[in-house]
């Protein structure tokens, strides 16, 4: 017999719902234009890479296929977001050495997409612990981890090219 709805929400650890808060509010946040300097741009990257490490690691390992998956997925996010150059319309403001971004849902679009992953992932695995032994199962998750946190490492990397390559900027 399958667990109700109700006994699973029941069930859900409050750090999860902490999580699923803190994200909202950011990309509510992302929502609006930003004025950002170089180093908080690789934050929300590495928040993302770790994130989708973990929940690599923690469902079915880093070693092997599914943390060859991952880093696929990590290059293929990269180099969809770089195709794309998103966002547009970034400037740099040499002043105050900081990035103008235009305000995107985007970012929530993919940072929710990075937890209902990573819950959906969770949840089978309790309800079916032998699905972290399909190699299907296996390769899409962690393909589809790396994949959403590439992104975000494409979308930095699409901010800082807008920087200029003066002495100044480069140390900024």
Do not use: C
């Not at 750090?15 to 909202?24: D, E, G, K, N, R």
């Not at 950011?26 to 990257?45: C, D, E, H, N, Y």
């Not at 993919?110 to 992953?117: E, N, R, T, W």
């Not at 992104?151 to 390559?165: K, T």
Request: net charge positive; hydrophobic share 55%.
């Amino acid at each position: 017999m399958h667990p109700t709805p109700l006994q699973i929400l029941s069930h859900i650890p409050g750090f999860v719902w902490a999580i699923l808060a803190m994200i909202t509010y950011f990309g509510i946040k992302q929502s609006t234009a930003t004025a950002v300097r170089a180093k908080r741009l690789i934050v929300l990257p590495a928040l993302w890479l770790v994130f989708g490490a973990w929940g690599v690691e923690k469902s079915f390992g880093l070693d092997g296929l599914p943390g060859l998956a991952w880093l696929a997925g990590i290059v293929a996010g990269v180099l969809v977001l770089r195709a794309l150059r998103w966002p547009g319309n970034v400037r740099y403001d040499a002043v105050s050495r900081r990035f103008l971004v235009p305000g995107s849902w985007v970012p929530m679009a993919l940072m929710m997409g990075i937890f209902v992953l990573k819950f959906a992932s969770g949840m089978s695995l309790a309800l079916h612990p032998d699905y972290a032994h399909h190699t299907v199962y296996a390769l899409s998750f962690s393909a589809a981890f790396g994949l959403f946190s590439g992104a975000f490492l494409g979308r930095a990397i699409n901010i800082l090219s807008h920087r200029p390559q003066t002495p100044d900027a480069v140390t900024a």
